[in-house]
Every structure is written in structure tokens, then in C-alpha cells.
């Protein structure tokens, strides 16, 4: 006899390795660090992908000239770890961990602002929008030497932070400098006093700055492995902003990351249209949206592809799939065998703990467990639901010991609704577990989302704030 009351069976998805050599298959980890530390990035064995040296020019206020140069010497110091000591290992130095060095660009490139400046900025009824004029400026005087470097460092000391936003969220330096790089075809890294200069681990800035400064270059650190090489994933996310002429009519600004079947992240499409409905603040498509986006979405692949159309898509996104998105999708993809359309929910109220055996004589009643539920739990919820946890404790990451990246809490899982494809949920459970150990604009182990969804959401907050989008593809790189 069936009893309602009891959940179904969970599997466990295996810890997703990541490649770290184009052509040797055994250069492999699961730990990004270790594998990087161990095989070198991923690019390094391809042809003139990141030239030596990585030049960086400079950005920051009046007086701190010596303090970005020393911090930009520590890219080849050795730092100890001093936090996260089950994950972090210390730093060798960014030469010992990419194969080519840093150094500092031509003189005319380091651009040190006004001693003006400080003041202008701290005494302003509107510090964020004396700081963007400031930044704004900087960016500009450096383009005429855009061919002498390949990143550009703004340091921004604490006293600068009154204007890092505006009110009621109008503005966000870091969104706005983003924008700003990007139209110009400029890399940035912001480098930030309290959480940069002064932190106490070293390690983990150098790890963290060092992986990121390597890809704004152009350099891909890792790939994923075992995944098959027919099928492109596809990430959608959008943001809504006033109409220039009209207060009351609402744009959709939509952004769309195509990844490959290694999860290395290809260039992204954003635009505005207002051929869209609003239900809660969510945007839906119609059908001609729909199928416009998805199509320019499988040019960008093809495009990288020789002309040649994957056999699966995959495509991610935050919100449900309408009637119309679906039908759009479909048109645009008629030439390719699988599509599966998945909708990744970050809320919920489900949660789940480990119940372990008791080690008590004759106690027949289990005990919770000291570690949350291990990292790729899935659990069916129905024939098309299923609960993933990309959050939780992940031992075979770290050599076997117990490991749980956000230290406390009940970790939430997310949850995957399919509103296109069929088959069991291995295969789509696993590919989003890989591809939340993608972002390459951090050391951590995983991310709780896929990038198909957080570097499309973060793509979409920012050029939402863009005075003109271009219809052309956009580099990830420039937006990190």
C-alpha cells in the first residue's frame, strides 16, 4: 500500500571535474585551485591567447601612486591562507599559478586623479555623480593609449564609497564603470580599499584577483569535462527600465549568454523591446520576441562553430516558461534534435537535513548530521519537478573531508521545473551543478546558480543602465 506521507527516493550527482589542458583529458580536478596549481590554466596550451605580460594600467586618487604599484607587485609574492583553510591553499605567486607575469603598463597609461577630486567628491550633494564624471574622464584620457595595455585597475579608497550608489538604487558605480568599459572595449578591475588593500587574507584576494585578471585578458583558467560536445547552453534574464519619452512605458531590456558544451562563456546579446507583457514585475515575451532573441542566441554558437548547429539546447532561465516563449523558442530552433527548457527557482521552502544512523546501542531513532545534505542531492518532487542542491557538503571536492563553502545555515535548493524535454533528471541536474563552478570571476568551489543565469542576470543589470545599447554581441569579459 502506497503512504502519501513519504518522499521519493534522492540520488546524489557526483562532484563535477573541470579540465584544465585542451588536449590531455587526465588534466583534471575537481578543486579549480588545486587543478589550476597542478596543470596551469586551460589556455595555456592554446596559441597566443593571453600574451606575456599582462599589462594593467592604473587608475586612483592623488597621493596613492606607491600604494597600487606595491599592491600590484604582490601578484608574484608568495601569500599563506589564513581563512577557509579546508578549501583555500595558499598562493605561489601569479607567474608559478598562469605560466606569464604581470607588470605594470606605460607610464602615459597610469592616470592619477586631481588632488580636487577628494573633496569634490566628499562634499557633493551628489558624491555618485561627481565620482562617475571622475571615472568618466579617467576612462576617456586612456583611450588614446588603448594599444599599451590589456586591463585597467581603478583603486577606490573608503572615503569614496558615499558615492558608489545613488538613491533608490538609480545608479551603481560598479555597473556604471562596467557600461562604460565595455563601450570603449576596455577590461576593468575595481579594486576596492576595505575589501582589497586592507584585507587580512592575501591569499584569497591574490586567488580571486588573479583568476579574474587572467580572464579580462582573454585567458580561459578552466573548462568543464565529460560534457557532451553536441549540446549549447543558453541563458535568459531581463530588466526593466523606464522609456525615454514616456515615464509610464516600461522597456525590456533582455540579455542572452550562449555557453559551448565546455561551459566556457561566448559573447552575449542584450537589447530593448517593448513587445512584451509584465506580470509581477516579471517580463514574458511574445512568440516574434521569443524567437527573435533565441535565434540571434544560436548565431553566436554557430558562429563559433563553423557554421554548425548543436544537437541539444539548453536553455536556463529564472521565471517560468509562457505558452508564447515556448512556441518561440521552437521556431527558432527547428533545426536541432533535443530542446529542454528549464526554469531555475531560487525560492522556495523546502529544506532538507542529513539523518544519520544513531550511534547509540538499541536507538532505533536517527540523528541529524553535522554537515548539510551533500552538494547534487536531487530530489523529485513531480514528474516535471525536481529539488537540486547545489548548496551543501561537498568532500569529494577536498580529498574527502567534510566541506560546506557558506560554513553555516540550512542550505535552500533550488528548483527545476521542465517546461520542454523528457528523460530523467541526471543529465540536467548535472549541467546545472557544472556549470555553478563556472564563474571565473572567483575562487570559490561553486556558486548557487549556473552562470547561464547569474552572469545573465549581472549582464542585464548593467546594461539596463547603458544610455544605448548597440545590436551587436557583448564579450563577458569587459563586464566582470
Known amino acids: 500500500m502506497t ?15 573541470l579540465l584544465f589542458h585542451p588536449d590531455r583529458s587526465q588534466d ?18 592554446l596559441i597566443n591567447t593571453v600574451f606575456d605580460p599582462i599589462r594593467v594600467a592604473m587608475i586612483y586618487p592623488h597621493g596613492f601612486r606607491d600604494r597600487a604599484k606595491a599592491f600590484l607587485r604582490e601578484f608574484e609574492s608568495r601569500h599563506a591562507a589564513k581563512e577557509r583553510r579546508a578549501y583555500l591553499i595558499d598562493y605561489p605567486g601569479f607567474s608559478r599559478v598562469f605560466g606569464l607575469r604581470v607588470s605594470s603598463a606605460i607610464p602615459e597609461s597610469h592616470v592619477e586623479l586631481p588632488a580636487s577630486a577628494q573633496s569634490e567628491i566628499t562634499s557633493s550633494r551628489q558624491p555618485h555623480l561627481r565620482l562617475a564624471d571622475v571615472m568618466t574622464g579617467a576612462l576617456n584620457r586612456l583611450g588614446a593609449f588603448r594599444n599599451e595595455f590589456d586591463v585597467v585597475m581603478i583603486f577606490l579608497p573608503e572615503q569614496w564609497s558615499i558615492g558608489f550608489y545613488g538613491e533608490e538604487g538609480e545608479f551603481d558605480l560598479h555597473d556604471y564603470v562596467k557600461a562604460l568599459g565595455a563601450s570603449r572595449g576596455i577590461p576593468t578591475q575595481m579594486i576596492q580599499e576595505r575589501s582589497a588593500l586592507e584585507y587580512f587574507c592575501r591569499a584569497s584576494v591574490m586567488w580571486r ?97 563553423g557554421g554548425r548547429s548543436p544537437k541539444r539546447i539548453v536553455v536556463h532561465k529564472s521565471t517560468e516558461f509562457k505558452k508564447d516563449e515556448v512556441d518561440g523558442c521552437f521556431d527558432a530552433f527547428h533545426a536541432c534534435e533535443l530542446i529542454e527548457l528549464y526554469q531555475v527557482q531560487q525560492d522556495t521552502m523546502w529544506r532538507g537535513v542529513v539523518i544519520n544512523q544513531s550511534k547509540t546501542p538499541g536507538q532505533k531513532r536517527g540523528e541529524p548530521g553535522g554537515y548539510p545534505c551533500p552538494r547534487g542531492t536531487i530530489l523529485p518532487l513531480g514528474t516535471r519537478e525536481v529539488l537540486l542542491w547545489t548548496q551543501g557538503n561537498a568532500p569529494s571536492a577536498t580529498g574527502g573531508r567534510d566541506f560546506y563553502k557558506e560554513g553555516k545555515g540550512v542550505p535552500h535548493p533550488l528548483v527545476l521545473r521542465r517546461f520542454a524535454g523528457h528523460g530523467n533528471w541526471t543529465e540536467p541536474a548535472r549541467n546545472v551543478l557544472g556549470l555553478s563552478k563556472m564563474n571565473w570571476n572567483n575562487d570559490s568551489l561553486y556558486d548557487r546558480l549556473p552562470v547561464t543565469l547569474s552572469y545573465a542576470s549581472v549582464l542585464a543589470q548593467t546594461v539596463k543602465r547603458m544610455p544605448t545599447i548597440q545590436p551587436r554581441p557583448y564579450e563577458f569579459r569587459f563586464f566582470m
Not at 293 to 305: E, G, I, T
Open 3 to 17: 503512504k502519501s506521507y513519504l518522499m521519493p527516493a534522492h540520488t546524489v550527482v557526483d562532484e563535477p571535474q
Open 209 to 305: 584577483l588573479g583568476i579574474a585578471l587572467y580572464c579580462k585578458a582573454g585567458g580561459v583558467p578552466w573548462k568543464l569535462a565529460d560534457q557532451d560536445p553536441e549540446t549549447a547552453y543558453i541563458g535568459l534574464s531581463y530588466a526593466i527600465r523606464p522609456g525615454a519619452t514616456d515615464d509610464n512605458h516600461r522597456f525590456v531590456t533582455c540579455c542572452s549568454q550562449v555557453f559551448d558544451s565546455d561551459g566556457a562563456g561566448l559573447q552575449f546579446l542584450a537589447y530593448e523591446t517593448d513587445d512584451a507583457h509584465i506580470e509581477r514585475e516579471n517580463p514574458f515575451l511574445s512568440r516574434t520576441e521569443m524567437r527573435r532573441v533565441m535565434a540571434r542566441s544560436l548565431s553566436l554558437y554557430q558562429r563559433r562553430h
Open 28 to 45: 583534471r580536478h575537481a578543486h579549480p585551485l588545486r587543478g589550476l596549481l597542478e596543470f596551469g590554466p586551460y589556455s595555456r596550451s
